[in-house]
Structure formats: structure tokens, C-alpha cells
């Protein structure tokens, strides 16, 4: 089993930036990807982007590509999502999940509130 806890989220204007951070814990070996995702009120969850453990390859949805930059620190087992140009849309509760091959996010964090506004 993974534990994971997110941290970072609070309110900036619009056109700031935030990073949040997922720490992982426990079986950290068996972590494949590490994705982010968000839920904003009454919509349902959206795929933000996720880390490849091995390899660092990257990959971000629509929404975010070109704001968003996904990173890891290899000392402390934490990986970053650093959110550039932030808008009200941006607006959720993010999340990181982990998985293993040929699997579905099974290890999720508890999430952190991200609000943009004026």
C-alpha cells in the first residue's frame, strides 16, 4: 500500500501560482505513475497529468498543458505539480493517485483546495 499526502493548495489571484506537493509513503517500490487530478463543485473528477516513476515522462490534459509542470524530488519521495498562470476554472480540490502497471489509480491522497480568485 502507498500513502500519499498532498499539501499547497490555498487561494491566489488570478495569473499566480501555487505548487502542491504528494508525498508518498509506505510501498513506494511498487509506484508506476503518479497522476494529479481535480474536482471542482458539482463536476466530476478531470484528469490534470501524471509522472511516470521510472522514466519521468510527463503527460498533461488539455486544460492545463503549458500552465502546469509535474516534477519529482528523488530524495524525499514527493512529486510536484507546479501550477503557472492560474484561473478561476483552475478552481478544485486536486488530488495525486498512484498506480502500478496494468492498473487503475488505486492510492489516493486526501486532496487540497486550490482557489483562484480576484
Known amino acids: 500500500q502507498v500513502q500519499l499526502v498532498e499539501s499547497g493548495g490555498g487561494q491566489v489571484q488570478p495569473g499566480g501560482s501555487l505548487r502542491l506537493s504528494c508525498a508518498a509513503s509506505?510501498?513506494?517500490?511498487?509506484?508506476?505513475?503518479v497522476g494529479w487530478f481535480r474536482q471542482a463543485p458539482g463536476k466530476e473528477r478531470e484528469f490534470v497529468g501524471r509522472?511516470?516513476?521510472?522514466?519521468?515522462?510527463?503527460y498533461y490534459g488539455d486544460s492545463v498543458k503549458g500552465r502546469f509542470t509535474i516534477s519529482r524530488d528523488n530524495t524525499k519521495n514527493t512529486v510536484f505539480l507546479q501550477m503557472n498562470n492560474l484561473q478561476p476554472e483552475d478552481t478544485a480540490v486536486y488530488y495525486c493517485?498512484?498506480?502500478?502497471?496494468?492498473?487503475?489509480?488505486?492510492?489516493w491522497g486526501q486532496g487540497t483546495q486550490v482557489t483562484v480568485s480576484s
Open positions: 509506505g510501498r513506494t517500490s511498487s509506484i508506476y505513475r
Open positions: 509522472f511516470t516513476w521510472t522514466t519521468t515522462n510527463t
Open positions: 493517485a498512484t498506480r502500478e502497471p496494468a492498473t487503475d489509480y488505486q492510492n
